[in-house]
């Protein structure tokens, strides 16, 4: 039986979890009905699970995983880190997957264990979303090869070029003012004594609608033009990074515990 209710839950994620990772490609939004159903539906086999296979140790796993799910995602939400669809996500994996559904079903893992598999899939989602900056670096780097990465108008201020050079890349703004969803603005441009200045801004929040309100007002004055550029940082569908951490949890099991055992392993 228990075999049966571990698969179900496979099942459960890939779908529900599939479904999100194509809406937040395409819209940066995800439908509610998708977490209530992998909620719902996932809580209720946990339930029957427990009852099957009832211990206390497995009741505080599942006590620490819906737990520590909860408060990441409120706080990430509240910190700007993670949107609303996000923090729903890790909820619903908080009360689905306490245990990796794979053992019941006699898979095992290549990799080291989580005893708390939700945050295996939380920490494989984050290392991959990370993994995104490296990439931005280095096609910066390629970039820079080729020519200029600044066009002189931009702050001047070395470490925050530095900075953007690692998270993010120049777009015209005609197309972040259409893709607003798509795009996080790293500068900020400031009408002062009639003439426009560009600073760098960085955030962990949700940009407001004011800076987009402000940099279209320019456009419309003519005072900035649409084809020109500005840095921004790509808004991260976070429902694939995570998607993909469940997937890699799975099969192989927590990428970060693997590095840290690495890492004391080379001390040793």
């Known amino acids: 039986m228990l075999c049966y209710v571990a698969l179900a839950k496979v099942v459960l994620c890939s779908i529900a979890l599939g479904l999100a990772s194509a809406q937040d490609w395409r819209t940066r939004e995800v439908s509610d009905a998708i977490w209530l159903a992998m909620g719902g539906c996932g809580a209720a086999l946990t339930a029957v699970e427990l009852l099957i296979d009832f211990s206390y140790f497995h009741l505080t796993v599942l006590a620490m995983s819906a737990a520590l799910c909860f408060a990441l995602g409120l706080g990430l939400h509240y910190l700007g880190f993670f949107g609303g669809a996000d923090a729903k996500c890790l909820w619903c994996l908080g009360v689905t997957l306490p245990f990796n559904p794979l ?148 099969l192989y099991g927590d990428f970060v515990l693997a590095i840290i055992e690495g890492l004391f392993a080379s001390m040793l």
């Open 103 to 250: 053992e019941r079903l006699g898979f095992d893992p290549f990799g080291p264990q989580n005893p708390v598999f939700s945050i295996s899939i939380f920490n494989n989602s984050i290392l991959t979303a990370t993994l995104l900056a490296l990439g931005i670096t280095l096609s910066n780097v390629a970039k820079r090869t080729k020519g200029p990465l600044f066009t002189g108008n931009e702050e001047r201020s070395l470490w925050k070029r530095l900075f953007v050079v690692m998270i993010g890349y120049r777009a015209k703004i005609s197309k972040v003012l259409e893709r607003k969803d798509f795009y996080f603005p790293l500068e900020e441009f400031v009408l002062k004594e009639g003439r426009v200045e560009r600073r760098f801004k960085f955030s962990a929040r949700i940009v407001s609608d004011d800076l987009y309100a402000t940099l279209e007002d320019l456009v419309k004055k003519g005072l900035v033009r649409g084809d020109e550029e500005l840095w921004v940082s790509p808004a991260i569908p976070l429902i694939v990074n995570i998607t993909l951490g469940f997937l890699t949890s799975l």
